[in-house]
T-cell receptor, first 113, second 113 residues
Framework: QKEVEQDPGPLSVPEGAIVSLNCTYSNSAFQYFMWYRQYSRKGPELLMYTYSSGNKEDGRFTAQVDKSSKYISLFIRDSQPSDSATYLC?????????????FGKGTTLSVSS | DTGVSQNPRHKITKRGQNVTFRCDPISEHNRLYWYRQTLGQGPEFLTYFQNEAQLEKSRLLSDRFSAERPKGSFSTLEIQRTEQGDSAMYLCAFKGRGTGELFFGEGSRLTVL
């Protein structure tokens, strides 16, 4: 079992839909959780950064962490064609400098107009 | 503005050749990372520099790979005797001050024929 599992999709939705993206993980030591957006042939762009459990909202994006279930989610409201990209979850046990982030494989999202 | 500039953006080479990638932080970042991302996968940690000191190396970094960061500014990643399995996106990243957030550059894509 991989440390971080993420359904690769593809996920196709119409413009304006609410999108739910998810990751599960096996290492209970993970405390720092991130979501990245990656357009084709570009580097990952940090969208959300959360610590421990709870919710965090930023504009149309909401990140949720449920440590008891080892499950994290990213919700996108009022999805736009410009949201079409691959979304990567990432996590680590500490935020110390030498700690590597563990990434999921990414979910490819397509939003049609 | 991703905070780091990577060159070349794309390199096509024949198997057995040596290649070098360069990462230039736009502003001063004492914590610099290299990750590798193969097609359909999330980024994987390769190595980490604190200023000019290479403090962490992944077992993914075989003896054909060498990374340097002279004077704690730009960094280079060299791959000797390239193999087709080295084809990937090589990502440079830096960590935000006082946080665990990791910010990536646009990446250097390697294609080994």
């Amino acid at each position: 079992q991989k440390e971080v599992e993420q359904d690769p999709g593809p996920l196709s939705v119409p413009e304006g839909a609410i999108v739910s993206l998810n990751c599960t993980y096996s290492n209970s030591a993970f405390q720092y959780f991130m979501w990245y957006r990656q357009y084709s042939r570009k580097g990952p762009e940090l969208l959300m950064y959360t610590y421990s459990s709870g919710n965090k909202e930023d504009g149309r994006f909401t990140a949720q962490v449920d440590k008891s279930s080892k499950y994290i989610s990213l919700f996108i409201r009022d999805s736009q064609p410009s949201d079409s990209a691959t979304y990567l979850c990432a996590m680590s046990a500490t935020n110390q400098a030498g700690t590597a982030l563990i990434f999921g494989k990414g979910t490819t999202l397509s939003v049609s107009s | 503005d991703t905070g780091v500039s990577q060159n070349p953006r794309h390199k096509i080479t024949k198997r057995g050749q040596n290649v070098t990638f360069r990462c230039d932080p736009i502003s001063e970042h004492n914590r610099l990372y290299w990750y590798r991302q193969t097609l359909g996968q999330g980024p994987e940690f390769l190595t980490y520099f604190q200023n000019e000191a290479q403090l962490e190396k992944s077992r993914l970094l075989s003896d054909r790979f060498s990374a340097e960061r002279p004077k704690g500014s730009f960094s280079t990643l060299e791959i000797q005797r390239t193999e087709q399995g080295d084809s990937a996106m090589y990502l440079c990243a830096f960590k935000g001050r006082g946080t665990g957030e990791l910010f990536f550059g646009e990446g250097s894509r390697l294609t080994v024929l």
